[in-house]
């Protein structure tokens, strides 16, 4: 939007800003600072100072460990069940449920064909009719139709632009869902920004605003120490989740 000079007056009733002959609701100015404020952020050598000194104040010690399943079909419903509910409690129970009840569906078309016999949404323990089911059919109907059958070969493909535009456009499938495909596939130089990442990075005093901004921070902290941007992300997250 185009803001106008305020040397016009500016009035306000409560709900909007008249300015001239031009009125503004709140929500459309609120909109208009949050685009302001990303498109001026930038990522300063402070901000990624003050993680890495809140880091050392909570005593995080970032180390090396596996990431990401070697079964396609865990891969696949734990990207589309791990938005919003608890990791450790929820996510990862069901997704090793689903590990050791359908063993045969490491690939994408195994388990494209196990699900047309068994009750996929019944293995997880989720509605059929959920959302996160249907991100799960969605997500794996793609999968499917671009013929990516492994982890290994996905982790291949995400590194493809094109893959990437075509992915994103995946009801349910946003920038933390395709980050957390590559950390599902073994990735150890990505991080998905979630709400204990963002609560970490807000905890240390940096300016961060959009999702990028995080990511960015939390990449180029784990640089300086020598870390894995993975390893710091995995450190972040059980801090958080553990308190």
Known sequence: MNIVSLSCPAVFDGRAIRVGDQTF???????????????????TNADVEALLKHA????LKPQPQKRGWGHMGAVLADASLQAGINYATVVEPRV???????PDATTTSAFVARSQTDDVAATLRFKPDSKKMRTL??????????GVETPEALAVELLDEGFLGRLRRVKGVGPKTVDYLSILTGSHDHVAVDSQIKAFVREAGCAAVTYKDVREIVVRAAAERGWTAGSLDAAIWKYRSTR
């Open 137 to 146: 059919r969605d997500l794996t109907d793609f999968m499917h139709e671009e």
């Open 56 to 59: 050392d104040k909570v005593g």
């Open 96 to 102: 090793r449920r689903l590990i050791d009840e359908w």
């Open 25 to 43: 609701s709140c929500n459309v100015l609120r909109t208009a600072a949050r685009e302001w404020q990303a498109r001026v952020m930038s990522i």
